[in-house]
Every structure is written in C-alpha cells, then in structure tokens.
C-alpha cells in the first residue's frame, strides 16, 4: 500500500523552539507538498518542492522553511516557533504532469506550541 | 488570487438522505476537479474527480456534478451513512511552474445522523 508518512502525530514545542516535521513517501513521487490546517481556513500551503533541493512558496510561508536533500523525504522547518503556529500539518506528494492521480496525503502532525 | 469558494461549511443530514455540497471557482485555467474525503485523524483522501469536457461523473453513491458555464460543481451523496460523516474539501488544479497544483475548498463537515 502507497505511503506518506509523518513521522508524529502529536507534538508539543515551546515557543522559540526549531522545530522540524518529516515526511517520507515511498511511491517514487516527484512533487512533495506542506499544508497547515486550522478550522474555518481549510488547507493553506506552505512550500511545495517539484524534485530534489527544488523548493517554492506557498501562500503562507512566512515562519516556515523545507529542505528536500532526498526523493523521498521532504521537511519542514519552523524557525523559531510560535503559538500562532499551533495547528494541523498535512503531508502530500504527487506524481509529476498530468492530475489524474491527485495527491496523496499523510495523515498529519499535530502541533501545540505552548 | 486563485480560488475555489465551497459551501455550506457544515451540514447534517438524516440517513438515507442527499448531501450536497457546493463549489464555485473564478479561473477557467483549471483543468481537473477533485473532491477529497477526510475522516478524523486522518489525512484526506481523494474520493472522487471529474475534468471540465465531462458534466457528470458517478462512482456508487457519489457523483460530481459539473457546470462548465456557470464555473460550478458539486458533491452529491445518495443514500447517506453515518459512516459517510466526514470533512468534504472540493480542490480544483491547474498546471504551474514544474507541474500542477491544487487549490482547495475551505472545506464542509459532514454530519449523517441515524
């Protein structure tokens, strides 16, 4: 069975903290992707990577880096974590060109940043 | 920007009953429309996906239906089941730098009560 796997489910940091969240997917899959989920705002990206050490904004990247130095595994980084990063992280890779195959999601970290 | 409007954000529906759930989008580059089903600690799930040259796709109790002219599609649920409560996102893609990309719904919650 086709996998991407968060490696925690929960998490407790504190503020100022660098935190970072790993993902790995096993389907050979070229585009990796990070989303935040918050109640109300749906999934909101973050970075997203199309290959190897390849790395775009999302729509709210301000807080946050990636770093994708392997196929199979890409990161993502706070900085210096704050409350207002308390949420939901979900995981997603897909296969290069076409959509027919959509995006295959982790099944998130949840994040507490006290 | 770029945007898929869902609604309602929330429904409850009798068992037996149709749910139905609502997308609207503004940019007529999309290409490819999936709906995504996520359960409680779960990441979601592709359920169900449609392409703009088709008006309706079936796939046992859902369907997808699709309004080309009036930048519309829709969810709908025949026969619902408590096992069918779940967060609905609808998501529309469309091709971008290195491949495509998604843009979600802000996503309905899905209640089916006995």
């Known amino acids: 069975d086709v996998k991407v796997t968060q490696s925690s489910r929960y998490l407790v940091k504190r503020t100022g903290e660098k935190v970072f969240l790993e993902c790995v997917q096993d389907?050979?899959?070229?585009?990796m992707f990070w989303y935040r989920q918050d109640p109300g705002l749906g999934l909101r990206l973050i970075y997203f990577?199309?290959?190897?050490?390849?790395?775009e904004k999302g729509d709210i990247p301000e807080g946050y880096s990636v770093s994708r130095e392997k196929k199979e595994r890409f990161s993502l980084i706070l900085e210096s974590a704050s409350t207002n990063q308390t949420s939901m992280y979900l995981c997603a890779s897909s296969p290069r060109g076409t959509a027919n195959y959509g995006y295959t999601f982790g099944s998130g970290t949840r994040l507490t940043v006290v | 920007q770029q945007q898929v409007k869902q609604s309602p954000q929330s429904l409850i529906v009798q068992k037996g009953g149709i749910s139905i759930i609502n997308c609207a989008y503004e940019?007529?580059?999309?290409?490819?429309f999936p709906w995504y089903q996520q359960f409680p600690g779960k990441g979601p799930a592709l359920l169900i996906a449609?392409?703009?040259?088709?008006s309706e796709k079936k796939e046992g109790r859902f369907t997808i239906s699709f309004n080309k002219s009036a930048k519309q599609f829709s969810l709908h649920i025949m026969d619902s089941q408590p096992g069918d409560s779940a967060t609905y996102f609808c998501a529309a893609s469309s091709p971008g730098a290195g491949s495509y990309q998604l843009t979600f719904g802000k996503g309905t919650k899905l209640s089916v009560i006995p």
């Open positions: 990577s199309y290959d190897v050490k390849m790395k």
């Open positions: 389907m050979d899959h070229e585009n």
């Open positions: 449609i392409r703009p040259d088709v």
């Open positions: 940019n007529t580059a999309f290409d490819y």
